[in-house]
């Protein structure tokens, strides 16, 4: 190589560098599947894949494995039949979570006792990822649900009365896209209150009057306290996409027992109490 040869490649690389063109990251920014984290897999064993948050998104790209996700952080995968040979490519999966994304070559291998049966996504393993469809991710929603239900209850208007049971609204917090209602249930009974489902949805202030009465059920973002049972006291927090809704509506939060002739309690929310939310900032949640 002469003189000029290597000034020009200098003056190239200058020229790069002053753009500020990652040169190193382009030459990594590609993977192959021999790069990847390899998982070898069996037809006769499941392989089970825990991510640490939400899984929002899986692809396998053959159809030679079977997959699927019967919780929100797990995949499973299995080969779906035998006659591959040792180290055969069956696959590459993605794996798609609220903050990150993830891939793994599947790797056939004959013999059960090499086949992976249990995976945990390492932290070296997972490529940050903003995903569109995530305007805030579960684990900032817990936190700041967490938050609020350590937090003292400012609303004291907001109660109803049934079965010798009480449930009050704490506080309505508004973060994001999304309205945070903070409730409580105090039993003044002997009795275990089982709890057979939580529900939310949108009905008419005057349901008996109305002839053509009209309720939505609203799906949760998050139920922050999974417990099944109390005893004299229970509280929870409920995260719901933010909304708007007539004034000839109210936002109901109800919850059943189990038994078939069990109580049950729901708690109304007028529009005004939803539009009065305060924005959340941790010197909300310190008591005044």
Same mark, same amino acid.
């Given at each position: 190589?002469?003189?000029?040869?290597?000034?020009?490649?200098?003056?190239?690389?200058?020229?790069?560098?002053?753009?500020?063109?990652?040169?190193?990251?382009?030459?990594?920014?590609?993977?192959?599947?021999?790069?990847?984290?390899?998982?070898?897999?069996?037809?006769?064993?499941?392989?089970?894949?825990?991510?640490?948050?939400?899984?929002?998104?899986?692809?396998?790209? +053959? @159809? /030679?494995?079977?997959?699927?996700?019967?919780?929100?952080?797990? $995949?499973? =995968?299995? #080969?779906?039949?035998?006659?591959?040979?040792?180290?055969?490519?069956?696959?590459?999966?993605?794996?798609?979570?609220?903050?990150?994304?993830?891939?793994?070559?599947?790797?056939?291998?004959?013999?059960?006792?090499?086949?992976?049966?249990?995976?945990?996504?390492?932290?070296?393993?997972?490529?940050?990822?903003?995903?569109?469809?995530?305007?805030?991710?579960?684990?900032?929603?817990?936190?700041?649900?967490?938050?609020?239900?350590?937090?003292?209850?400012?609303?004291?208007?907001?109660?109803?009365?049934?079965?010798?049971?009480?449930?009050?609204?704490?506080?309505?917090?508004?973060?994001?896209?999304?309205?945070?209602?903070?409730?409580?249930?105090?039993?003044?009974?002997?009795?275990?209150?089982?709890?057979?489902?939580?529900?939310?949805?949108? +009905? @008419? /202030?005057?349901?008996?009057?109305?002839?053509?009465?009209?309720? $939505?059920? =609203?799906? #949760?973002?998050?139920?922050?306290?999974?417990?099944?049972?109390?005893?004299?006291?229970?509280?929870?927090?409920?995260?719901?996409?933010?909304?708007?809704?007539?004034?000839?509506?109210?936002?109901?939060?109800?919850?059943?027992?189990?038994?078939?002739?069990?109580?049950?309690?729901?708690?109304?929310?007028?529009?005004?109490?939803?539009?009065?939310?305060?924005?959340?900032?941790?010197?909300?949640?310190?008591?005044?």
């Amino acid at each position: 190589m002469n003189n000029m040869d290597m000034n020009w490649k200098k003056i190239a690389m200058s020229f790069l560098l002053a753009a500020g063109l990652p040169l190193a990251r382009n030459a990594q920014a590609q993977t192959t599947y021999e790069e990847m984290e390899q998982l070898t897999v069996n037809e006769q064993i499941t392989t089970v894949i825990t991510a640490s948050e939400p899984v929002r998104f899986v692809d396998i790209s +053959t @159809d /030679k494995v079977a997959g699927d996700q019967p919780i929100d952080n797990i $995949i499973r =995968l299995k #080969p779906k039949e035998s006659g591959h040979e040792d180290g055969e490519i069956l696959a590459i999966v993605t794996i798609v979570t609220e903050r990150y994304r993830t891939q793994y070559a599947l790797i056939y291998t004959t013999r059960m006792k090499e086949a992976v049966t249990d995976k945990e996504i390492l932290l070296q393993e997972r490529n940050a990822y903003n995903n569109p469809a995530v305007s805030m991710s579960t684990a900032d929603m817990t936190h700041h649900a967490r938050r609020i239900w350590n937090s003292p209850a400012k609303i004291r208007n907001v109660a109803t009365k049934a079965h010798r049971m009480v449930m009050r609204l704490n506080n309505i917090y508004s973060v994001g896209d999304y309205f945070f209602i903070d409730f409580s249930i105090e039993n003044k009974t002997n009795i275990r209150f089982d709890i057979d489902e939580i529900r939310i949805k949108l +009905t @008419d /202030k005057k349901l008996a009057k109305a002839t053509n009465a009209q309720t $939505i059920e =609203l799906t #949760p973002a998050l139920v922050l306290e999974p417990g099944k049972t109390f005893r004299h006291g229970y509280r929870n927090v409920i995260v719901v996409k933010k909304m708007t809704f007539p004034n000839d509506k109210l936002l109901t939060i109800e919850m059943t027992e189990k038994q078939i002739s069990g109580r049950n309690i729901s708690l109304n929310i007028d529009y005004e109490d939803i539009l009065a939310a305060d924005s959340f900032h941790a010197d909300l949640l310190e008591e005044e």
